[in-house]
C-alpha cells in the first residue's frame, strides 16, 4: 500500500471512530487523535483513561504509535506502604496493558485496527481495576478479622483485674479508630470520593 492509499484508510477509519466516540475521540491532527474511555467498573465513582493514537504514514500497513494516558484516575498501584507489595509488579500494571495492546495492534497489520483495539484495552483495563479493587477489598477484611481474633485472645483463660481491663479499654479504643479510619476509606472509595488513581496508589489503609 503506497501513501496515498494509506491516508485514505487512516481518514475512512477516523470517521468510522467519529461515529462511535461522538464525544469520546478529540482530533489533534489527520493523524493523530485520543480516544478517553470511559470504564464500566465496581464503584459509584466514574473512571476513565485516555488512548493516543499516532498513525505512522503507511498505517495499516504497520503498527499504530500507541500511549496511554491514566491522569488522575486508573493507574498501575492498588497498594499503598501500609502493606507489604512487589513495586515493580504494581508499577508494570500500566505497561502490561500497552504491551499487550501493541501485541495485538502487530496481529492485525494490514487493517485498520483502533476499534479493536480501543475495545480490547476497555475490557482489560476494567477487569484490572476490578481485580485490584477486590484485592484491597480482602486486604482490609482480613486485617479487620485479625484484629479481632488477636484481642479475643488476649482475653482466653485471663484472670480481668481493673489493671488488665483498663488496659485493655485504652488498647480497644485505639483500635476502633483504627478501624473507623479503614470504615471512612472503605466508604470513600465506594462512594466516588477516592479517585480510581487514589484507590491503586493508596489502597484503602490511610
Do not use: C
Amino acid at each position: 500500500m503506497d501513501a496515498a492509499a494509506a491516508q485514505e484508510e487512516q481518514q475512512q477509519e477516523i470517521e468510522i471512530l467519529e461515529s462511535i466516540y461522538p464525544d469520546e475521540l478529540n482530533i489533534i491532527s489527520p493523524r493523530e487523535f485520543t480516544i478517553n474511555l470511559l470504564l464500566d467498573v465496581e464503584s459509584e465513582r466514574k473512571h476513565a483513561l485516555l488512548l493516543h493514537v499516532r498513525y505512522p504514514e503507511l498505517y495499516p500497513d504497520v503498527v499504530p504509535e500507541l500511549t496511554l494516558d491514566f491522569g488522575n484516575t486508573i493507574n498501575k498501584n492498588l497498594l499503598n506502604e501500609d502493606y507489604d507489595s512487589d513495586d515493580d509488579d504494581d508499577d508494570d500494571d500500566d505497561g502490561e496493558l500497552l504491551r499487550k495492546l501493541k501485541l495485538e495492534a502487530e496481529e492485525n497489520i494490514g487493517m485498520p485496527s483502533i476499534f479493536t483495539l480501543t475495545s480490547s484495552l476497555k475490557d482489560q483495563a476494567e477487569n484490572l481495576f476490578n481485580e485490584k479493587l477486590k484485592e484491597s477489598e480482602k486486604k482490609i477484611e482480613d486485617e479487620r478479622l485479625q484484629r479481632e481474633i488477636e484481642a479475643q485472645k488476649k482475653f482466653v483463660g485471663t484472670k480481668v483485674s481493673p489493671e488488665s481491663f483498663e488496659n485493655w479499654r485504652v488498647k480497644f479504643r485505639e483500635e476502633m479508630g483504627h478501624n473507623k479510619r479503614l470504615d471512612e476509606r472503605f466508604s470513600a472509595m465506594h462512594q466516588g470520593r477516592l479517585t480510581g488513581k487514589e484507590i491503586f496508589e493508596k489502597g484503602l489503609d490511610g
